[in-house]
């Protein structure tokens, strides 16, 4: 994985490919709704999340001291401020099925949130895999992918509006791109005042393309995707995302989001 990183930026994405297909958007949305309807209720009636396993213990006795999550699969670490905190009470569905038969497009490997009486901080992580190509290929567009699923998945909650577009940057060489965005939470019997929810969406690829030196070389293509979705009740809370870090092999931690990529 180390010869084929995510989030110091290069650019901003002015304009955007067309959209992706239809049945691509479709087949992601379904097996990313478990994911985004869990994760937004958490911030409207504070209920809890899940995570698969954490390497470290649940509740340290520092809040700042770093808890990490191990993908064994892919040899990926990611480490994460200590204040967020798996409820077993939920569990993610580990099958490569869903409920219909189908095949799942998307993973989800962690799912954990932070309390506090501001409200509710939470993050999942995932993986888009070679089980649907047309996903996979679509996603490593990166900017275009994340900005269209960071939309259609607020949308289940309001009328999203996209704060900061596609931001390029890399993760200890892989490429990675990040959007934020905003939606306003319907009023509920718990929530009867209007609130707005900030969320924070970023991929990185697996493995660094190699570029080929003959033109009849070919390419090694990307076999895994990873991202990262982070929402939380206050703007000014989007910082808790530098301090999230990941490792690939045996390399040295790097930052998930840089604070040169947030503007």
């Known amino acids: ?50 995570a698969q396993t954490a390497d470290s213990s649940q509740a340290p006795a520092n809040p700042n001291a770093p808890k990490s999550f191990h993908d064994a699969l892919l040899n990926v670490t990611y480490f994460y401020p200590g204040r967020f905190v798996a409820d077993p009470a939920v569990s993610a569905e580990s099958t490569s099925t869903a409920a219909d ?18 409200g509710t901080s939470s993050f999942v992580l995932s993986t888009i895999d070679g089980t649907c190509p047309n996903v996979l290929r679509g996603a490593t567009q990166l900017g275009p992918f994340i900005r269209e699923q960071i939309i259609r998945q607020l949308k289940q909650y309001g009328e999203p509006t996209v704060t900061q577009e596609a931001t390029k940057y890399t993760i200890d060489g892989h490429p990675a791109a990040i959007v934020l965005a905003s939606v306003p939470m319907p009023v509920t019997p718990t929530n009867k005042l209007p609130t707005i929810t900030y969320a924070a969406k970023a ?18 293509p990307t076999r895994h995707v990873l991202c990262y979705d982070f929402t939380t009740p206050h703007n000014d809370l989007l910082t808790l995302m530098f301090a999230f870090s990941m490792q690939f092999d045996n390399d040295a931690p790097q930052p998930m989001v840089p604070g040169s990529v947030i503007r």
């Open 1 to 50: 994985m180390r010869n084929l990183q995510a989030f110091p930026m290069v650019s901003r994405l002015r304009r955007w490919p067309a959209a992706l297909p239809a049945r691509l958007s479709r087949c992601y949305d379904k097996e990313m709704m478990f994911r985004s309807a869990a994760l937004f209720s958490l911030l409207l009636v504070s209920v809890a999340a899940l």
């Open 101 to 118: 038969g189908k095949p799942k497009c998307a993973h989800s490997n962690f799912f954990a949130n932070s309390n506090a009486p501001t």
């Open 203 to 220: 991929c990185v690829l697996g493995n660094i393309p190699a570029k080929p030196r003959k033109k009849s070389d070919t390419v090694e």
